[in-house]
């Protein structure tokens, strides 16, 4: 156990660690993001979820639905996320419905969901990975060019983005 616990806390991680909380820090110290002309923390729909953990499909908008519900509550999904109406929309910030989503996984086959109220959609069925997305509403299609093995989307489309994405699945 002990040896396990600092194998997954390397001094690598502990000093990127170190760094996002520097980053956090200055940011916060700054107290605003002006300057740089980004609107960041606005949310584009101007309308928010409130009910908390409230169960609900609504839930959350642009939060990593699975790492929750992996926890042990809420039901299991093999895909999940938002899409939302800017790059840069904060977590509880309503996103954009009627858009399908469309995973081709790597069986070739395809899974398609619709966004809710809220933007958010979820799948329940098996996924081979990796899969590919993109995502369609009578304004067009917009795709991601990469596969990929994570069926949490907001565990990279986050506000800022993280592994490369640009931010938030946004409607086309
Ligand atoms: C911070 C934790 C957390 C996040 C993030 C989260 N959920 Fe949940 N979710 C829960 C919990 C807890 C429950 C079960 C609540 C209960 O049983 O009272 C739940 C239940 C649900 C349910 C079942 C509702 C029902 O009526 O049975 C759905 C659907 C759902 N979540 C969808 C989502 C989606 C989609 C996302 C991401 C956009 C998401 N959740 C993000 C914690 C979370
Ligand atoms: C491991 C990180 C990662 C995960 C998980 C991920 N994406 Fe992406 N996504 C990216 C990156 C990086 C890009 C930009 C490069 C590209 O298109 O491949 C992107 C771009 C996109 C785009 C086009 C640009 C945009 O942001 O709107 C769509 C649509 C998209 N992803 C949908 C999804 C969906 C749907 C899921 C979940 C089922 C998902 N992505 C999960 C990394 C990820």
Redesign the pocket.
Known sequence: MTHALSRSFSPLNLTALALLALVAGTVGCNGSNTGSGNDSGACSTDSYWTGGNEESELMNPGEACIACHSRGEGPTFT???TVMGD?ADPNDCNGVDSVT?R?TDADGVVHEETTNSAGNFSFRQAIAMP?T???ENTNGV?????A??????A???TAEG?????????AP
Do not use: K, T, W
């Open positions: 895909a999940a996320g790059f989503v995973l899969y997305a993109e995502i917009s795709a991601m060019s990469g990929q093995s994570d069926g949490d989307c565990s990279c489309h993280a592994n490369g994405a640009p931010g938030r699945i946004v």
